[in-house]
């Protein structure tokens, strides 16, 4: 009994050693300790922010990649599909941009913490400065979800709130 429980030991420490060094990343770490690994993803994705364009699809202004996303339910001409998809595009590349400046933003605002090196002058500029791509990032989706409502009428608009609420 006792040899058989000593040959299972090393088995077993070397499953525990390798449960602890190989753990379930598929959650992953963020680069930038202040951002969990999920929002740093998103901003580095340029998936960032969506919730910023509640007010906008609350009031049937929607973001293009959904409207994009329901093109033939909603009947989309060719000039539709080319100026929401331009519209798509944009807003893609100003979230990209944007998640980049509060990535670097972020990493420097957790650096100047924890080497203390925080002055009053360096707090407030990049406060301010995350405040700014907070604001330039709800301005891009808003804009996105303005040019694309304009570009639908109003049966297309009511076509696609109903299809948003079955799913």
């Known amino acids: 009994m006792l040899k058989t429980l000593f040959s299972f030991l090393p088995v077993l420490m070397a499953t525990l050693i390798y449960a602890q060094t190989h753990t379930d990343t598929s959650a992953g770490h963020s680069p930038a300790r202040t951002l969990t690994y999920q929002q740093y993803q ?4 340029g998936e960032a922010g ?5 007010v ?7 973001l293009p990649d959904k409207v994009l996303k ?4 909603l009947d989309l001409s060719p ?15 100003r979230r990209l941009q944007i998640g980049g400046s509060v ?5 420097m605002l957790d650096s100047m913490f924890r080497y ?6 360096g707090l407030i500029f990049y406060a301010n400065r995350y405040g700014l791509y907070q604001g330039e990032l709800r301005n891009a989706l808003l804009q ?6 304009k570009l639908l009428s109003q049966k297309q608009i009511d076509r696609y709130e109903g299809l948003q609420k079955r799913n």
Request: net charge positive; glycine share 2%; aromatic share 8%.
């Open 79 to 93: 000039i539709q599909i080319k100026k929401i998809t331009e519209a798509s595009a944009y807003l893609r590349r």
């Open 70 to 73: 329901w093109r033939n339910e």
């Open 144 to 149: 996105a979800c303005l040019s694309t409502q």
């Open 56 to 62: 906008a699809e609350m009031n049937h202004y929607p």
């Open 103 to 107: 990535i670097d933003t972020e990493r």
């Open 42 to 45: 998103a901003y580095l994705k």
């Open 50 to 54: 969506e919730e910023l364009a509640r």
């Open 116 to 121: 203390n090196k925080v002055q009053d002058g």
